[in-house]
């Protein structure tokens, strides 16, 4: 069974950074591809950012140029370093662990841009 749990949201005004941290346990942790995601109230859950066992990583248009996903293995922690944020970025993110078929959510973390 796979645990995750996120840290680092918080409120930040406008154009404000945050970093999100996702602290796997209990799996090999570099097999997995690591992703953020995020759901809006009144939204669907979309896919913020993705890293690949192998490195490779893949971006929301919404969110490129502003938000960089990575990992470190040593930790087993993928981290979202999130720029210039903008109101429209609030939202809980959820951390997911993907191999294969297995799909593993962690309890999410709320992220309020406002002045």
């Known amino acids: 069974q796979v645990q995750l749990v996120e840290s680092g949201g918080g409120l930040v005004q406008p154009g404000g950074s945050l970093r999100l941290s996702c602290a796997a346990s209990?799996?090999?942790?570099?097999?997995?591809?690591m992703g953020w995601y995020r759901q809006a109230p009144g939204k669907q859950r979309e896919l913020v950012a993705r890293?690949?066992?192998?490195?490779?990583?893949n971006t929301a248009d919404s969110v490129k140029g502003r938000f960089t996903i990575s990992r470190d293995n040593a930790k087993n922690t993928v981290y979202l370093q999130m720029n210039s944020l903008k109101p429209e970025d609030t939202a809980v993110y959820y951390c997911?662990?993907?191999?294969?078929?297995?799909?593993?959510w962690g309890q999410g973390t709320q992220v309020t841009v406002s002045s």
């Open positions: 890293i690949t066992s192998g490195g490779g990583t």
């Open positions: 997911c662990a993907n191999y294969y078929s297995s799909n593993y």
């Open positions: 209990g799996t090999i942790f570099s097999m997995y591809t």
